[in-house]
């Protein structure tokens, strides 16, 4: 039997982020037998599935954090040239520079970079390193992808690239009434109680903070409201400080880091996605995906709206905008019985999307034997 080809993966920090999401569905529906995956993750990650990756075939492989730049390339080039990998595929946006410089110079054939995100106002040091390493995004790649076509433009502007959606299995999100009522009296919610929910890193991409004054907005005018808030961060204490000063602390559910979120899905009645930039949104596919209307700001992507139940809100419109798009989405109640039916889920169904991954790289094998 033929050995299945071994690609590198270039994770970054695994912190239970969009990305290592994405990466993770298409490995466990890709076809392993003929492509395995190779985790590089870097050593101060808090969150590697090991021994899910093991299990299926793969291997994790940590090296130093890429802030230390001269220890991540030296060992980034021993692993290239001991290992032999034929194909090395970067997820971490502009700072693919630094791997795939590497792993030219280590002489890796296939050199993929892949745009999972963009920029945004509010973040001024970040977005003039993100500037500067624009500028290489193309030197050191022989392929590029991209999550959207917004994403890979952002990144390799005219340059070629291939989209691959963040594909989920939908099945997983489909409504569940009996999931729901169970997560409701655990959050201590009523039927008509008003759930909200966000989901995601506590860094300022997200603008938690911002839908925190938002709630306070909405929990006045509907004191029987709740808003659900899933994720960890640097800003989570900031986040959780707030919500006692605005008073709302009885009404805010810090859940943390979970591992089902597929099923607080179901217990939410809105999804809202304040964020300052996304290359996508996966969590606001996710949502869709379980029936959920959503309210996104309008510097979130077009294409995470898979279904009339997405719509966008500038943030320009501050806090009494938002809260009144949130207050008047309540009242449009959708069924939430059969949410893939619309056209635009076909594309993000990964029993789909996974096939196109797997013929990508065994074409792009082919090429180099």
């Known amino acids: 039997m033929t050995e299945p080809i071994r690609v590198a993966q270039v994770v970054g920090k695994m912190v239970g982020g969009g990305v290592e999401a994405v990466v993770m569905n298409y490995y466990r529906h890709i076809d392993r037998s003929k492509v395995q995956f190779d985790f590089l993750v870097d050593s101060d990650s808090t969150l590697v599935p090991r021994e899910e990756i093991e299990s299926l075939g793969g291997r994790v492989f940590e090296i130093p954090p890429y802030q230390h730049v001269v220890e991540y390339q030296r060992e980034l080039q021993r692993l290239f040239k001991e290992e032999g990998w034929k194909i090395v595929h970067s997820h971490i946006n502009a700072l693919s520079v630094f791997p795939l410089r590497a792993a030219k110079k280590s002489g890796v054939p296939v050199r993929i970079a892949h745009s999972h995100s963009t920029s945004g106002k509010g973040e001024f040091a970040k977005n003039v390193v993100k500037g500067f390493l624009k500028l290489f995004s193309t030197r050191y790649p022989t392929d590029l992808a991209a999550c959207t076509e917004h994403a890979g433009k952002w990144l390799f502007g005219s340059s070629r690239f291939t989209v691959f959606n963040n594909a989920i299995d939908l099945n997983n999100f489909s409504f569940n009434r009996s999931i729901r009522d169970e997560r409701r009296a655990e959050l201590g919610a009523k039927d008509d109680t008003l759930v909200l929910g966000n989901i995601g890193r506590f860094i300022s991409q997200k603008n938690q903070l911002f839908l925190l004054d938002v709630f306070k907005a909405v929990h006045a005018q509907n004191p029987d409201s709740i808003l659900v808030v899933c994720g960890d961060g640097k800003l989570r204490p900031q986040a959780e400080e707030k919500a006692y000063s605005l008073g709302i602390a009885s009404a805010v559910r810090f859940l943390g880091q979970i591992s089902d979120v597929q099923d607080v899905y179901q217990s939410l009645d809105l999804f809202v996605l ?31 709206a898979l279904s009339n139940r997405c719509s966008f809100v500038p943030l320009s419109m501050g806090v009494e905008g938002w809260s009144n798009a949130i207050l008047a989405a309540r009242r449009d109640v959708f069924d939430r019985s059969d949410p893939h039916s619309s056209p635009g889920f076909e594309s993000y169904d990964i029993f789909k999307a996974a096939p196109k991954l797997e013929k990508y790289y065994l074409k792009l094998f082919e090429t180099v034997n």
């Open 274 to 304: 304040p964020s300052l930039y996304e290359g996508l949104g996966m969590v606001a596919i996710e949502a869709q995906a379980s029936g959920l209307p959503c309210i996104c700001s309008e510097r979130v992507p077009n294409d995470v």
